[in-house]
Nanobody, 126 residues
Framework: EVQLQASGGGLVQAGGSLRLSCVAS????????IGWFRQAPGKEREAVAS????????YYSDSVKGRFTISYDNAKNTVYLQMNSLKPEDTATYFC???????????????????WGQGTLVTVSS
């Protein structure tokens, strides 16, 4: 059974930083795409960032580009999302998801991902 465990969320002031982690069990992130998505109350899910573990290509939404960094530690089978310069509008539940390499076209399209974690809440106060 594939399980993704997201952690690292919390309450932070605007301008602060958080690092989210996503650990997989029953799945190797090797040869996968791993994405971070978020959903704020009353809003649709949106893509944040993704990384393809086979070539280390990264992709970011315009809203987080330059502030967030996604990375992959293959030894720990963990993906991180470093979030800096946080803004109140970044407040959301953040989810990690994964799909096998070659099984997707758009790395920022959530519908193309097969496995999802439970989410971790990030709250940014003004």
């Amino acid at each position: 059974e594939v399980q993704l465990q997201a952690s690292g969320g919390g309450l932070v002031q605007a301008g602060g930083s958080l690092r989210l982690s996503c650990v997989a069990s029953g799945w190797s992130f090797d040869d996968s795409a791993i994405g971070w998505f978020r959903q704020a109350p009353g809003k649709e899910r949106e893509a944040v960032a993704s990384i393809s573990s086979d070539d280390d290509n990264t992709y970011y939404s315009d809203s987080v580009k330059g502030r967030f960094t996604i990375s992959y530690d293959n030894a720990k089978n963990t993906v991180y999302l470093q979030m800096n310069s946080l803004k109140p509008e970044d407040t959301a539940t953040y989810f990690c998801a994964t799909v096998a390499a070659g099984d997707y076209n758009d790395p920022l399209e959530g519908d193309e991902y097969d496995y999802w974690g439970q989410g971790t809440l990030v709250t940014v106060s003004s």
